[in-house]
């Protein structure tokens, strides 16, 4: 695990979106920023889960969040140039994205995959975020125009750097966000954005214990535990790192 200390101001004043912001990964991510000072965008679908991390965030006295409810599999592009356009009016810049939420499908042998799961998969993985990306861009840009800096952080997986067997739609998507991040981190050079993704590895979520049923979940990293590498990668410490693979969780 990355040793670092996260000052608790590292993200005073800024705006930052996380996806998937009700269960797991991203309820942790989230939480985690507001408590560093940062005005957190809950972006996810089940809303009752983004009010509870809401209320959680609010009774502890940090920056009050915004929520975003939104359906990654059947937001369209309209959907969200008006989400960036509220975002724009309302808060004026957009420090960081952590782009988190995922969906794990059916692990199968190839010859079994879906076509639908596939494309749901495909949907929910890569193209919301291509189409999340597109839209949020300008103002991404334009903060760190202003302000010196901004993050855009991707979500892999083991299995989205080396293939591996049964994995199908999942692992693929997966190396379609690695290559999203790279082709990003190379046109946003010298604007001020970094890009980078990061492999959480097995951490107790919902999602682990689907695709690992029998494992037990007490010997795993919480999403917690994670947490300094996404500060890190947040917040201004890591300025000038981009288009880089980080793995929270070294062997
Ligand atoms: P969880 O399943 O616990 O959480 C996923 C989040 O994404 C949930 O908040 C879920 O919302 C949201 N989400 C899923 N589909 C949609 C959708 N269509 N629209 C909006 N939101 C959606 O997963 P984890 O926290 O485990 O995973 C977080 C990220 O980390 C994922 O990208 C995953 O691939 C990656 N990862 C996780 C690993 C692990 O071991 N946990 C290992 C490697 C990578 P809702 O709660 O409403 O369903």
Do not use: C
């Amino acid at each position: 695990m990355l040793d670092y200390q996260a000052p608790a101001t590292l993200l005073n004043n800024k705006v930052i979106l996380v996806t998937g912001a009700g269960d797991g990964i991203g309820r942790e991510a989230a939480l985690t920023f507001a408590a560093h000072g940062a005005t957190v965008i809950l972006l996810g679908r089940t809303v009752a889960k983004l009010e509870a991390v809401y209320d959680q965030i609010e009774a502890a006295g940090h920056p009050l969040p915004a929520i975003a409810p939104v359906d990654l599999k059947g937001a369209t592009a309209s959907h969200y140039r008006g989400m960036a356009e509220t975002f724009a009016e309302q808060f004026g810049r957009l420090d960081g994205v952590l782009f988190n939420a995922g969906l794990l499908g059916t692990l199968s042998p190839f010859e079994h995959i879906q076509e639908k799961e596939w494309d749901e998969v495909m949907q929910v993985n890569v193209k919301s975020e291509f189409l999340l990306t597109q839209a949020l861009l300008p103002l991404v840009r334009q903060t760190a125009k202003q302000h010196g800096e901004a993050s855009l952080l991707y979500t892999s997986s083991s299995v989205g750097r080396k293939g591996r067997a049964y994995w199908g739609s999942y692992a693929i998507s997966k190396f379609a966000v690695e290559g999203m991040m790279e082709v990003l981190a190379d046109e946003l050079e010298n604007t001020g954005v970094r890009v980078n993704s990061i492999n959480p590895g097995g951490t107790r979520t919902k999602m682990r214990a689907s695709a690992f049923p029998a494992e037990d979940a007490m010997a795993l990293k919480t999403p917690a535990d994670l947490m300094p590498l996404y500060l890190y990668l947040m917040g201004a410490d890591s300025q000038g790192k981009t288009g880089q693979t980080f793995v929270a969780q070294p062997k």
